[in-house]
């Protein structure tokens, strides 16, 4: 029985990551579409992206409820 509850277990952890990385990847392409409508030059657009996957990464490591803006509306 603890077999089958361990193998469950990571069955649902790489599920886990499998979604947080689709949900990654979806987002930078959102990024992307979002800098390629501002027009940005090529040095913009490239350090756009790569400021833009830093971010991500810190995102994937864990981010604390407090550690969140409040509120984003300017």
Known sequence: MK??????RHDLEA???QVE?????????????VFLDLDLSAEQHERSLSVAREWV????EGVAPG?????LER
């Open 21 to 33: 990385e689709q949900t990654a990847r979806l987002f930078m392409f959102v990024l992307q579409g």
């Open 3 to 8: 077999v089958l509850d361990v193998l469950g």
């Open 67 to 71: 550690d969140l803006p409040q509120n």
């Open 57 to 60: 990464g810190k995102a994937l």
């Open 15 to 17: 599920r886990r990551v």
